[in-house]
T-cell receptor, first 111, second 116 residues
Framework: KNEVEQSPQNLTAQEGEFITINCSYS?????LHWLQQHPGGGIVSLFM???GKKKHGRLIATINIQEKHSSLHITASHPRDSAVYIC?????????????FGTGTRLKVLA | GAVVSQHPSRVICKSGTSVKIECRSL??????MFWYRQFPKQSLMLMAT?????????EQGVEKDKFLINHASLTLSTLTVTSAHPEDSSFYIC????????????FGNGTRLTVT
């Protein structure tokens, strides 16, 4: 079992739909990152959150530290939201700081 | 605008040659930089972690003599793929962060390496 798991792996939605991507983790963390990777490969950090909820435009991220679960929501989805969404948890292992990545959710929004 | 600049974005080289990829933090001091490799439709695979002024920490299975990492300043880290082979063809991406456990993580746009 991966330390960070995402679901679903693939998601196709119609333009305008409300989208939810889930991330569950088994490691102890103080913050979680949501990343967006576009087809060209570049990665953008969307959110870093340690509690509650954050909102940026049509994107909302929530986290429940006790339940070790985070969700990324996209409201009024648009074809330009098509990308791979990745959650990442920072952790320290043997004094080395690194990130554990989920396998990603490949989202396609159809016009 | 981009806070981490990765260069080049694409490179084609012949087998046996070496390729250097640069990763620069543009407006912050990157005390830690990470180098990842990504295969098609797979997640990021950490290759090594580099801290400014010290030797990089390589992940298990990554050949340090093949993938040379230098982090000589707080704004620049380089990855050199030495004696490249076609199986080294991949997407390489760097990320950088400053001090603090919850510092944001910034990514470069990646380098697509093709070895012919």
């Amino acid at each position: 079992k991966n330390e960070v798991e995402q679901s679903p792996q693939n998601l196709t939605a119609q333009e305008g739909e409300f989208i939810t991507i889930n991330c569950s983790y088994s490691v102890g963390i103080s913050a979680l990152h949501w990343l967006q990777q576009h087809p060209g490969g570049g990665i953008v950090s969307l959110f870093m959150l340690s509690s509650g909820k954050k909102k940026h435009g049509r994107l909302i991220a929530t986290i429940n530290i006790q339940e070790k679960h985070s969700s990324l929501h996209i409201t009024a989805s648009h074809p330009r939201d098509s990308a791979v969404y990745i959650c990442a948890a920072p952790r320290t292992t043997s004094g080395t700081y690194k990130y554990i990545f989920g396998t990603g959710t490949r989202l396609k929004v159809l016009a | 605008g981009a806070v981490v600049s990765q260069h080049p974005s694409r490179v084609i080289c012949k087998s046996g040659t070496s390729v250097k990829i640069e990763c620069r933090s543009l407006d912050f001091q990157a005390t830690t930089m990470f180098w990842y490799r990504q295969f098609p439709k797979q997640s990021l695979m950490l290759m090594a972690t580099s801290n400014e002024g010290s030797k990089a920490t390589y992940e298990q299975g990554v050949e340090k003599d093949k993938f040379l990492i230098n982090h000589a300043s707080l704004t620049l880290s380089t990855l050199t793929v030495t004696s490249a082979h076609p199986e080294d063809s991949s997407f390489y991406i760097c990320s950088a962060r400053s001090v603090g456990y919850n510092s944001p993580l910034h990514f470069g746009n990646g380098t697509r390496l093709t070895v012919t």
